[in-house]
């Protein structure tokens, strides 16, 4: 080939691999977020429509954004390149992951709900949600609230039951997104769900937050209470249901349910999260899945995230408190005749 035709066609080349490389930096470019009041990214960037923008983050081939199996935590800095790490969906690793609600997952139409106490939620919480703190479900002597008075918090709060609800906390083990699922569900929520990570793993994500409160116009809930997601007393000591107490070890050794098995809410989470299908079954592999099983500790919380693992894995299983128990027995019989050593997992 003549040299000049070399040269032309070296050019040529060189020509369009630049108009290549300056279109692909104008594509990444076109999909950072520009500068907007409403909300800011974990990350330090602002963001305008949340939906849009994080739905296209967590479903581009961004560079410098890998997608992982197993992370929760987060960020990783290699140099000058940044890696954020996405949390799976892991929905599909449970028998019942229709309440398990992926973290890219959220859509403009969902109620997000933070059910963390303290002031964690004027600090910081998902662009959108409402506070609904589990505390508000509790009376003054650590009972739960008549139905009726559940669902006038909700309604106050602008939560109806035909909305499609995601319930989130600062961190899974406190119970908190956990106990509000419950209480949706004995309300007779169908549409609920408790989002698969905590407001770290949405900071870590780089998804948006905003520190100014939200307030939706108040509803009217029209409760359909489901009472056989909590247990009496009478239901407890007579049906011969398999019993779990989920409070410290030290607790169940000095008093517990006759029968009960001891479990460490801690030994259903890893990172923060709800551990998979596979090793929840491994725990509780001692329990049958033909009788019903009653999860209790000193408060709803705590038992309330036994619970949660349970009905991820299919199990019919209710909820109860060790004050009622007590409240039943003459105190010479608290924990007569119990297995004090019996643990699951």
Not at 206 to 228: G, H, I, M, Q, T
Not at 245 to 265: M, N, T, V
Request: hydrophobic share 35%; charged share 20%; aromatic share 8%.
């Amino acid at each position: 080939m003549p040299r000049n035709n070399i040269q032309s066609s070296m050019l040529f080349f060189i020509r369009n691999r630049a108009y290549a490389f300056g279109a692909l930096m104008l594509l990444i470019a076109a999909m950072v977020p520009g500068v907007d009041a409403g909300c800011a990214c974990a990350g330090g960037c602002s963001i305008g429509n949340w939906e849009q923008s994080a739905s296209t983050f967590l479903n581009s081939d961004v560079p410098g954004y890998d997608r992982a199996e197993n992370s929760t935590a987060a960020v990783a800095e290699s140099g000058n390149e940044k890696s954020v790490y996405k949390p799976s969906d892991r929905s599909d690793l449970f028998t019942n992951g229709k309440i398990l609600k992926p973290l890219g997952a959220l859509v403009g139409s969902d109620v997000v709900i933070d059910a963390s106490q303290g002031d964690g939620y004027s600090q910081s919480h998902i662009y959108g949600a409402i506070h609904v703190p589990s505390s508000s479900l509790i009376d003054d002597n650590g009972d739960l609230k008549p139905a009726g008075e559940l669902a006038e918090i909700l309604g106050e709060a602008g939560v109806s039951r035909e909305d499609s609800i995601v319930v989130y906390s600062e961190d899974l083990s406190s119970g908190d997104a956990t106990f509000l699922l419950w209480a949706l569900k004995y309300l007779g929520q169908d549409g609920v769900k408790v989002l698969d990570g905590s407001l770290e793993d949405w900071n870590a994500a780089n998804l948006p937050v905003e520190s100014s409160p939200n307030k939706r116009p108040a509803v009217s809930y029209n409760l359909s209470p489901r009472s056989d997601l909590l247990a009496s007393y009478d239901y407890v000591k007579n049906s011969g249901v398999q019993i779990v107490d989920a409070r410290p070890f030290a607790e169940f050794g000095k008093g517990s349910i006759p029968g009960a098995s001891s479990l460490d809410p801690a030994v259903v989470l890893q990172d923060g999260k709800i551990k998979d299908g596979s090793r929840l079954s491994g725990i509780f592999s001692r329990l049958s899945k033909d009788k019903p099983v009653v999860v209790y500790s000193g408060d709803y919380n705590q038992a309330s995230v036994v619970w949660y693992a349970l009905q991820l894995l299919g199990y019919n299983a209710d909820l109860y408190t060790w004050s009622d128990w007590t409240a039943h027995q003459p105190a010479s019989e608290n924990g007569k005749d119990a297995d004090r050593f019996k643990k699951l997992g």
